[in-house]
């Protein structure tokens, strides 16, 4: 009789109800990971339905196995037990710590060792039997107790093969299940150690090992750093063998560390293989030879054969004549030949890293929450560069420390590693210097000088600033640095997109060679030669970032960020002029691509910095700064800059200063246009266009007449405006700058929408180009243009999808103000939707981070949004306290238009409380505040707001003569201004509530 699910009733641990199973991942943590056979049976449904009841998570599935995690380990051995009544399944089980990750196809995989033991188990197991670790054991045994009767076998204390750790196996099974004789294979021709601590990740090169060795190949090298995990990966690799070897020759370990010569090497071979040694020398090499032949197939590994080098391999050849069956797996820190039967090892993948931290740092606290610390985990893991042995040092610290307090100390200095607790001696100092003393003379002094790059460094980098005139060999750079790549000292990074082939240094590594550098006195000048290098470099890529070649220059940029940086560290503690000028190359990918914090602290180290070098580098560095100042809507910084600026160049009379001025010029035009003082402001940008224009400087003049065209657009001259835009593009035409013409198409696009014409071209045509350039704030502006397009529309959902993913974009640069205005803009979008609730908060959130960067400018215009948002909700009092908050705030920027807009609201609102008289007063002001700017819209909008005063005062009661009204005051004016719909609103509900 065959019995169905239902009929076992189940007390799982009670926990929130599941309305089926979950499709995504447990967070990462201590997990119990179940393992089931499933050979040709398939799960029922009414299983998968229980597993969701029993908190279990499916992990993967593929054609005959299952893989599930249980938060609970009693609720995931309770459901295993009820899986075996119904179906004659074999099912393992193991806890620790797992970290999962996509895995190729469907579903996870868990990284580390904690489901190959479930599942490995779960192979070996008899059918309707469930084998548990006693880490499951201890964790499920009481409960389990209280809830089922069950028999339980011990098998004893067990190891798979491969796999870490030596763990007490139990077999399960309900108390009515029949008894099997079961026991774990066992082999006792092998001389490896017990377990492989700390083994994670390392797929990739596992797969290569063993795809070498099935091609038939009997010598296979790893090849890596010290502390990348050679000897783990290789004892990994045997480990796995044991069970094919153990009725043949078997596996074996030796340890090459203090083998120095042949006879050496010889000697340790023959003790690894406990094989009687009569004689040395060559016949000592014959007899091994001999010997193994003698023992039948069998792996041996190889460990530390750096020291032996050449010599020891053309023993190994030797012993591969005598022995073809056996198989030599060798690692090494130094390349060996072939180099076809060689895996290289370098970093953990980042989830490898973290794991392998998490696993060392529940054998110090074993109760450790992984993702309690994940963050700080993290970046330590990334500051050691995925190196194993690095970050189990950096682990062995929490027994005195928080792995926060942790990630302090090495952000201070990587040199913490060497006094790490508990390291049985072990340094990456030690390790390091271990390969130093294999190199000679002139790759030491090599070595040395490359430890004042930054971020790695190309061939002709290296010929400008390592000097070899010390060195006697005769060998040229490349010769040297793929020399200290041959000993795992430097390894070759992507090429550049020149094909030129890039190398880098471990961090670990690169501060050990500067400890040499200085020491042998080669630092300074190796520094020197550097910061003078990347300064003729970037010199170069800057006078290229405008043009064709911009977008090449600006990769380059990016590529050589760190060590412009590093030059930039260097020059300022010995050369002002070379320190400023790195600062001002730099500074066009900081504005395309961020970080927008680290560029404004750059920028006033070199303004402080400053004060020593040439005045022409002084007028430059303010004008930089308040480029990024007018950017983050800090004005009155900015002010103080360019006054500054100004002073400087009024001490230059006998110098040409024309280009300084233009620069000068119209960054005074820009300021004063945010302020709203627009004839000053139209006076600079005409200056500076004559300026430019006099010193030949075509991209200057593009950029001063984009800027007088956003002028001419914000006080209403449209002609005008469009005119001089078409001038501006027309003189960036055939000059292949793409990014500047995005610029200015985009501020092209807004004219073309504010006069009721599509500008979805102009958008895409500049978005486009902030695109090819990897602009990211160039995008979220556009991206923001088009967000306000599609309010226009009436598209909401459209405009939430730009304006988020410009909120993302300004985030992921550090743009605070960007985002500010996104976040503000998300809030108009609700406010137009009638989520009022959500405008407010939206807003308020734009307001914070505003007022923090103390732009006034659209701190008061988002504040009197949030003020039209109380006018709606009836909160007139709060309204009008809000907008007299703005207002105050406005007036003393002195912007005549947003004063005659907010002016317009106030009114409406005064009126609303019934002071009519009041209420007339303060919209003339806001009429004449507008007749100074000439805005067509603006005095649109005033027109409609005096509508609603007359609804108010009841002059108005028919509907028809309001729409009249409207019609007469929008009759120029498409109804798709932001400003226009507050106004309509708020004439609608004053129209309702008469």
Request: with cysteine; charged share 25%; glycine share 10%.
């Amino acid at each position: 009789m065959v019995r169905t699910f239902d009929e076992f009733p189940i007390d799982y641990p009670k926990g929130e109800e599941a309305a089926g199973p979950a499709v995504a991942p447990p967070p990462s943590g201590r997990m119990m990971i179940l393992g089931v056979a499933l050979g040709r049976q398939e799960l029922p449904r009414s299983l998968r339905q229980e597993l969701a009841l029993a908190h279990g998570f499916v992990i993967r599935e593929e054609a005959r196995s299952l893989l599930v995690a249980f938060e609970n380990p009693t609720a995931g051995v309770l459901w295993a037990l009820d899986l075996l009544e119904l179906l004659p399944l074999a099912v393992g089980a193991h806890l620790g710590l797992c970290l999962f990750a996509e895995h190729e196809g469907a579903g996870h995989r868990c990284v580390g060792d904690t489901g190959e033991w479930a599942m490995g188990l779960a192979f070996l197991a008899p059918k309707g039997r469930l084998l548990v670790t006693s880490a499951v054991w201890g964790a499920v045994k009481d409960g389990l107790r209280r809830q089922r009767r069950i028999g339980m076998v011990s098998l004893g204390e067990q190891r798979l093969p491969g796999l870490e750790g030596r763990y007490r196996v139990l077999s399960l099974a309900g108390e009515d299940a029949p008894e099997a004789e079961f026991s774990l294979p066992t082999c006792g021709r092998t001389n490896l150690p017990e377990s492989v601590a700390g083994f994670v990740g390392r797929e990739g090169p596992m797969s290569a090992l063993a795809s070498l060795f099935e091609q038939g190949r009997s010598f296979v090298s790893i090849f890596g750093p010290g502390g990348a995990g050679k000897s783990r990966l290789a004892l990994r690799y045997a480990a796995m063998q044991v069970e094919d070897f153990c009725h043949a020759g078997g596996v074996w370990v030796c340890d090459l560390s203090e083998a120095r010569s042949i006879d050496a090497l010889v000697s340790a071979v023959a003790r690894a293989l406990r094989i009687p040694l009569s004689s040395g020398g060559l016949k000592g090499l014959n007899q091994v030879g001999h010997a193994m032949s003698s023992l039948g197939e069998l792996l041996l590994v190889l460990d530390g054969f750096e020291l032996v080098g050449d010599k020891g391999l053309l023993a190994l050849d030797q012993w591969q004549r005598h022995a073809p069956n056996v198989r030599f797996l060798v690692t090494s820190r130094v390349r060996l030949q072939p180099p076809g039967q060689c895996v290289e090892l370098g970093s953990l993948e980042e989830e490898g890293a973290v794991l392998l931290f998490g696993l060392r740092a529940s054998e110090v606290h074993a109760r450790f929450d992984l993702m309690a610390h994940r963050d700080a985990i993290q970046r330590i893991v990334q500051l050691l560069e995925g190196l194993p042995m690095a970050i189990e040092l950096a682990a062995s610290w929490l027994s005195l420390m928080s792995p926060e307090s942790i990630l302090v100390r090495l952000s201070e200095s990587l040199r913490f590693l060497s006094g790490a607790p508990n390291s049985g001696g072990r340094t990456m100092g030690r390790v390091i210097s271990w390969s130093w003393d294999l190199l000679e003379h002139g790759e030491r002094s090599a070595m040395a000088q490359c430890s004042v790059f930054r971020g790695g460094f190309s061939l002709d980098a290296a010929q400008g600033v390592i000097d070899l005139s010390s060195q006697s060999s005769g060998l040229s750079h490349l010769d040297l640095l793929m020399s200290l790549r041959d000993k795992s000292l430097i390894h070759p990074a992507i090429t550049d997109s020149t094909g030129s082939l890039r190398f880098q240094m471990y961090e670990l590594v690169r501060d050990f060679s500067e400890q040499k550098a200085v020491s042998f006195g080669l630092y300074r000048l190796a520094a020197h030669r550097h910061a003078t290098w990347f300064l003729q470099q970037g010199r170069r890529w800057r006078d290229q970032i405008r043009g064709s070649t911009g977008l090449a220059a600006l990769g380059n940029l990016a590529r050589e960020r760190e060590n412009l940086l590093a030059a930039f560290r260097y020059a300022s503690r010995f050369d002002a002029n070379t320190a400023v000028e790195i600062i001002l190359i730099v500074q066009p990918l900081y504005e395309a691509r961020g970080p927008f914090e680290q560029s404004m602290t750059l920028l006033d180290e070199a303004v402080e910095i400053s004060n020593g070098s040439a005045r022409e580098l002084r007028v430059r560095i303010r004008c930089a700064r308040a480029d990024a100042l007018l950017t983050r809507g800090a004005y009155e910084r900015a002010r103080a800059d360019l006054e500054l600026a100004q002073e400087e160049l009024l001490e230059m009379e006998r110098q040409d200063t024309t280009l300084l001025h233009a620069m000068l010029h119209l960054r005074l035009g820009m300021l004063e246009t945010r302020v709203a003082d627009y004839e000053v402001a139209e006076s600079y940008f005409s200056e500076a266009i004559r300026q430019f224009q006099e010193s030949g400087d075509t991209f200057g003049v593009s950029d001063a007449l984009g800027e007088l065209a956003r002028l001419q657009f914000q006080v209403g001259r449209w002609e005008e405006s469009a005119t001089t835009f078409r001038e501006a593009l027309l003189q960036l035409r055939g000059l292949g700058d793409q990014r500047g013409e995005g610029v200015l198409a985009a501020a092209f696009g807004n004219l073309h929408r504010a006069r009721g014409e599509d500008a979805s071209s102009l958008y895409a045509r500049a978005l486009a180009a902030h695109e090819e350039a990897e602009d990211l704030p160039g995008q979220a502006r556009v991206l923001g243009f088009l967000g306000g397009m599609a309010i226009d529309n009436g598209e909401a959902d459209e405009a939430v999808g730009y304006y988020q993913r410009a909120l993302t974009l300004c985030r992921r640069v550090g743009d605070v103000h960007g985002a500010a205005l996104s976040q503000g803009n998300l809030g108009r979008v609700h406010h137009q939707e009638g989520r009022l609730s959500q405008a407010q908060s939206a807003y308020q959130e734009a307001l914070l981070a505003l007022d923090g960067l103390n732009d006034r400018r659209f701190a008061s215009i988002f504040r009197s949004n949030v003020g039209a948002v109380h006018h709606e909700l009836g909160q007139l009092e709060e309204a009008r306290r809000v907008y007299e908050e703005a207002l105050t705030a406005i007036q003393a920027l002195g912007d005549p238009r947003f004063e005659g807009l907010i002016l317009g609201r106030l009114a409406v609102a005064m009126a609303d409380l019934g002071f009519a008289p009041l209420a007339r007063e303060t919209l003339v002001q806001g009429g004449d505040r507008m007749s100074f700017v000439g805005d067509p819209g603006g005095k649109a909008v005033l027109r409609i707001h005096l509508a609603h005063l007359e609804v108010a005062e009841g002059r108005h009661r028919s509907s028809e003569a309001v729409r009249k009204m409207v019609r007469q005051a929008t009759m120029t004016r498409k109804l798709s201004s932001w400003d226009l719909r507050i106004a309509l609103r708020l004439l609608r509900q004053a129209l309702r509530r008469g």
